[in-house]
């Protein structure tokens, strides 16, 4: 069996490709390596994958046509895509949107004429965010909820992701699955993210900045469990019959306030957070909490990973990744 994985080097789709190659699959990584982050990190992540016998990497930006289709080349064909790469960021989109459309949607319909051009038309998993419900006050979110009023051009961006595997899927029968990943972490994770800021800064004995005055709840999700249902998600395309949805919430199903997640990153670091009040940012939203109730009946998902072990893991990464 063959993989695509488009951001390979990212966070989440290196750990994905890391799965699968475990699982007995050959694997081509996409990613075009931009610096949004430490540029470094994704070469550490790389250097694991390139270590494995059924791991080629090509390096191209998923918003040019040509340059995906060479680096794949033109006689792969693929089993499935599981399309990771995209401009990430909530905060970030306010001051650069263009990379947001770029990666985001243009990018989002190169991945799906590749499928097409290619002889078995391989079905594409990609990934979408619990940012598609915007500031949606009724919680859980499901799948079922509006979501058409988004709070930030990330969150728009990911909803018209979604909107054209709708349309690729009414004119092409193209097959897919969007999953709307809900702020995932662990090691390996990004340094623009929540986990690392505030352990970096912990260890360090600097203040961490709590928007909205520290009244945050999120469904922090470990990535282990992530790539468990992205796994599942694999499966479920690949059996022809199977009806699939068109996305599945991928979250924790427990949402935790910040100063129980802080608490939890201060318990492994046995260090004090020094806390900074700011107010909540334009883009962001007070809650996120995801029904799980169709990635559990379909794809078999059932998030195991606390925050309190999971952060535990990360902080001891943590240090050794920075030791290093």
């Not at 009414?170 to 929540?194: C, E, I, K, N, Q």
Request: hydrophobic fraction near 45%.
């Amino acid at each position: 069996m063959k993989a695509i994985v488009t951001g390979a080097a990212g966070f989440i789709g290196f750990h994905t490709a890391r799965r699968l190659l475990s699982q007995g699959w050959q694997v081509v990584g996409v990613d075009n390596l931009n610096a949004y982050y430490d540029v470094g990190l994704k070469q550490a992540r790389l250097s694991l994958l390139e270590g494995e016998r059924h791991f080629r990497f090509a390096q191209a930006d998923i918003a040019d046509a040509s340059a995906l289709a060479t680096a794949i080349g033109a006689d792969v064909d693929a089993d499935i895509i599981v399309h990771l790469a995209a401009q990430a960021g909530v905060r970030y989109s306010i001051e650069n949107p263009h990379s947001y459309i770029a990666s985001n949607v243009t990018g989002q319909v190169t991945v799906f004429e590749q499928a097409l051009k290619m002889p078995s038309r391989p079905p594409v998993l990609y990934a979408s965010s619990s940012s598609v419900y915007g500031a949606n006050t009724k919680i859980p979110f499901s799948e079922a909820d509006r979501v058409d009023q988004p709070v930030s051009v990330y969150a728009a961006s990911k909803r018209a992701g979604e909107l054209l595997a709708h349309s690729y899927m009414h004119v092409h029968g193209l097959r897919s699955t969007g999953l709307r990943f809900f702020t995932v972490y662990g090691p390996w994770g990004r340094p623009d993210m929540a986990p690392w800021l505030f352990t970096r800064a912990i260890l360090a004995g600097e203040p961490i900045k709590l928007f909205n005055h520290g009244n945050m709840v999120r469904d922090f999700t470990y990535v282990d469990d992530v790539v468990a249902g992205i796994v599942g998600a694999v499966n479920r395309l690949l059996d022809r019959e199977a009806v699939i949805e068109p996305f599945y919430n991928i979250g924790n199903n427990k949402p935790v306030k910040l100063v129980d997640f802080i608490a939890a990153i201060e318990k492994a670091a046995e260090r004090k957070a020094f806390r900074e009040m700011h107010p909540m940012p334009p883009a962001d939203v007070p809650c996120t909490y995801a029904d799980i109730t169709l990635a559990e009946r379909d794809l078999g998902y059932q998030p195991q990973m606390t925050v309190e072990e999971g952060m535990g893991i990360f902080v001891e990464w943590f240090r050794g990744f920075n030791r290093r």
